[in-house]
């Protein structure tokens, strides 16, 4: 029976039971056959750490990573209206639009990827009906974006429990056609719930976590500061449940982003996550249930400066390192590349017994 | 006139006179446009960056970079004699049959770029006439391996500049079918010569650039710093003439290398160095012809300690840092998707109004 779940629906609780722990036999086949590559010892670094991983997540010496889904989750933010971004609320719709049209930089960098592209609209502030009609995003719309967290909770307990639903059911119904997801997110003000979500979660200080989000000056760094503080005054999101910290301090995004990874990790396949929004979902997730750090791969180290401590807590090294801070899963479909070469490492490469290579240690 | 390089053919100076800076009026037209990206400001990093530099390597506003080609430099090391590597030097042509068969570590790698493999027999100590005859490996052999730098010279000056002779024509050879080069190696033994060229040519200390190679223990690497100290006091390179240093401590690999890199940069394409050997090799490269550096991509840095003070060197910031040390270019295989990736970012994301997307400045 687990505990600070009070809400769990059958739903959630059949999925969490679903997530295992990688499998260690694979693990320990793909490391016997790494240490024989026609290389010096572990020559191949973090791509053959991951390549390990990666045969623990899948149960295969040849895990398939060749679908790659990118999962773009959408949502507003009532906090817009204490000036914490830059940008108008309006862009978050306007840039799904972009995504549909393929503009946008997620869609350059999945075709050099080689992966595909959804977008949901978890909680756009705009209707988007027109293109979920269309068949051209998918809507699973828990409101029109969440109230102002500076004044009280984001959404209620069972819109928190609605999301993380929705983001599972995506991946369960993409599952049977899809090797690898990579999350991404699109939401004018994301960073400040994401921030919240990392103070709680983390421990680490507003002041230590909080960055400039989409370009914010020095002035505008410390009024966003001042707004989080406020936020974590009046919320008092609780450390120990990451579906309380979702409710109150968190998007409909953020919660689609978190039921994604859970629904990934039930269906035993790899999951790219993207940088600092897509992070915060990762805590969330990692929080309703622990085991689904297995099945995460981090792809980047944003510049946004509570990432890193992000990245500890979940215990994931990044792969990428490019002062990043785009979001969309800009880092993920960057870190495809870097999933598919580790296989290609641990699939391709001959032995030193296959290609008749002399070993160090048999010479010397 | 071209001063410290007595030795200079009509060949050598006749591509030094081709190599230019690159053009900057493409570089501004490039960083106008990125600036006009739907997405924050310069939010895709150093990938934007990245793509500045390819605009103007190119004199283009879609830089080519779809032709990708490995070349896998091999010689031999007399210094191998002193006991500074682990693995023997019939490592080296054995290897070479393994790049043939597409079993190596490049071969997996450059398959998931899309990139050719081409191996080039600069000096191994194996007679490789019949792959060459055959067309599988290119023959630019200056000798069987260099003498032992422990006690002498590597090569003779003449045979310093075949061997960088010998990399400009294997890049003005391929040049007309490929977009752009990453450079490789392989060469049991070449940390030693790649570290000995470090110190002279960054004047960092023997003791804090030298590296344990394919796996050293302590011990042996303090008999490879001995070994390194030695070799520096026999035959005492000049730093200010990149042709001396390469003759008396360096490979005709690493000769190899470096003229690659210059014939890159004379056929105006950009050119991805790989790890530590390579890195050698373009800073070898750079001593002879600086203006080669703006044609310079750093792959990824290395675990070898040196590699960081030859990057700073070439004031080139490293793309990966996966803790990859096997050399044959397995890095600059991995960061050509990257490299693709900053393409896709300038040539195919959407300006603010293209896509009708409110930009903050305009909005604010």
């Known amino acids: 029976m687990k505990t600070n779940k009070p809400e769990h629906t059958d739903f959630l609780e059949a999925t969490y039971q679903k997530i295992f722990p990688p499998d260690s036999d694979y693990r320990e086949k793909a490391t016997a056959r790494l240490d024989q590559l026609t290389m010096p010892h572990w020559a191949l670094g973090d791509l053959m750490d991951l390549a390990v991983d990666l045969a623990g997540i899948t149960r295969s010496m040849t895990p398939p990573v060749e ?14 209206a204490e000036g914490v971004s830059k940008f108008p609320s309006e862009v978050t719709a306007q840039m799904v ?31 988007l009906s027109e293109l979920a009609n269309a068949g051209k995003i998918i809507s699973k719309k828990i409101g029109p974006g969440t109230s102002n967290i500076a004044h009280g909770s984001a959404m209620t307990r069972t819109h928190a429990v609605m999301a993380v639903e929705a983001g599972i059911e995506v991946a369960n119904q993409m599952a049977p056609t899809v090797d690898i997801f990579g999350t ?44 989080l503080e406020r936020i974590l005054q009046i919320n ?17 995004e953020i919660g689609g982003i978190a039921g ?95 290609a008749g290579v002399s070993d160090s240690e048999s010479d010397s």
Chains 1, 2 share one sequence.
């Open 260 to 354: 994604l990874i859970i629904g990934t990790a039930a269906n035993r396949k790899p999951v790219v996550v993207d940088g600092f929004i897509s992070t915060a979902g990762a805590l969330i997730a990692c929080s309703l249930e622990p085991f689904v750090r297995d099945y995460i791969i981090c792809a980047h180290r944003s510049m946004e400066p509570g990432h890193g401590a992000m990245q500890k807590k979940i215990g994931c090294r990044p792969l990428l390192d490019l002062n990043l801070r785009l979001g969309e899963g800009t880092g993920a479909a960057l870190a495809m590349n870097l999933v598919e070469a580790s296989v290609a490492i641990l699939t391709e490469v001959a032995t030193f017994a296959d």
């Open 184 to 227: 991404g997110d699109m939401g004018i003000g994301n960073t400040t719930p994401s921030t919240a979500i990392v103070a709680t979660l983390t421990g680490n200080s507003i002041d230590e976590l909080t960055g400039r989000g989409t370009g914010l000056d020095d002035e505008q760094l410390a009024h966003k500061k001042t707004v």
């Open 67 to 80: 679908r790659k889904q990118m999962v773009v989750m959408v949502g507003d933010h009532g906090v817009i």
């Open 97 to 127: 639009y972009n995504f549909v049209a393929g503009g946008a930089g997620i869609n350059a960098l999945a075709r050099q990827a080689g992966a595909e592209v959804a977008v949901v609209d978890m909680g756009c502030s705009v209707d």
């Open 236 to 252: 008092k999101p609780n450390a120990k449940d990451g579906m309380d910290v979702l409710a109150k301090v968190g998007g409909f």
